[in-house]
Structures are given as C-alpha cells and as structure tokens.
C-alpha cells in the first residue's frame, strides 16, 4: 500500500529555516521521481498546487521554482526511504501547506500534508 506521511511543519520567523520530511512506504524513492508541492492560504488544493522542487530517479536531477532557489534543497536518504526539503531564509510567502508527491510533475498521489507558517 503506498502511503507518504509529511511531517516538520512549523511556525517559524522570517529568515528561519525547517526541514520538512516525507516518509514513504510501498515504494522506493529510490526508482521513483518525487516532488514537493505547496497550496498556499485560500488557493485552490488542485488547481493552484505549485510544485516547490522535484528530484529524478535515474541520476538525481533536481529542479527547484524561481522563487525558491538558492534557498531550498531537495533530497532523498534511499536506505531510509525518505524525501526531504530544506527550507532556508524562509519569507512569509512561503507560508503553505507542503506535500510531497509521487512523480516530478507534482500530480501524483500525496501525503497529507504539512503546514509551514512564516510570520513575525
């Protein structure tokens, strides 16, 4: 049964960082592409769901959204069969809640998601 759990949302300040975590099971991270994606406050869940950042399976691209490069890393640990997000230097826009997602694309099956608030 595959299931993803999110977890390491907060409420944070301006410039703080978090490391959002997705744990995976009936699957492999590691022969999967995945992708986080946001739903920011009052956005639709389907139709305004931004993906954040992706990684590939075959040789680990990565791809990340203007508005968050430079500042958020993906990764995934195959032995523990987890993706990450590092969140750095976060701004209120980042306020959403985060999901990881089961391809690069952003549309696969989620989680239920973690919510990240950045505010002073």
């Keep these: 049964q595959v ?3 999110e977890s390491g949302g907060g409420l944070v300040q301006p410039g703080d960082s978090l490391t ?6 009936g699957f492999r991270v ?4 995945m992708s ?3 739903q920011a406050p009052g956005k639709d869940l389907e139709a305004d769901l931004e993906t954040v950042s992706y990684i590939l399976s075959r040789d680990s691209t990565t791809s990340y959204t203007d508005s ?5 890393t993906i990764s995934r640990d195959n032995a523990k069969n987890m993706l990450y997000l590092q969140m750095n ?3 209120p826009e980042d306020t959403a809640m985060y999901y990881c997602a089961i391809g690069s ?6 989680g239920q998601g973690t919510r ?3 505010s002073s």
């Design 105 to 110: 694309g952003g549309r696969g099956p989620r």
């Design 116 to 118: 990240v608030t950045v």
């Design 89 to 91: 230097s976060l701004k």
């Design 30 to 33: 590691s022969n999967t592409p």
């Design 20 to 25: 959002l975590s997705c744990a995976v099971s």
């Design 68 to 72: 968050v490069k430079g500042r958020f």
């Design 36 to 38: 986080w994606v946001r």
């Design 3 to 5: 299931q993803l759990v």
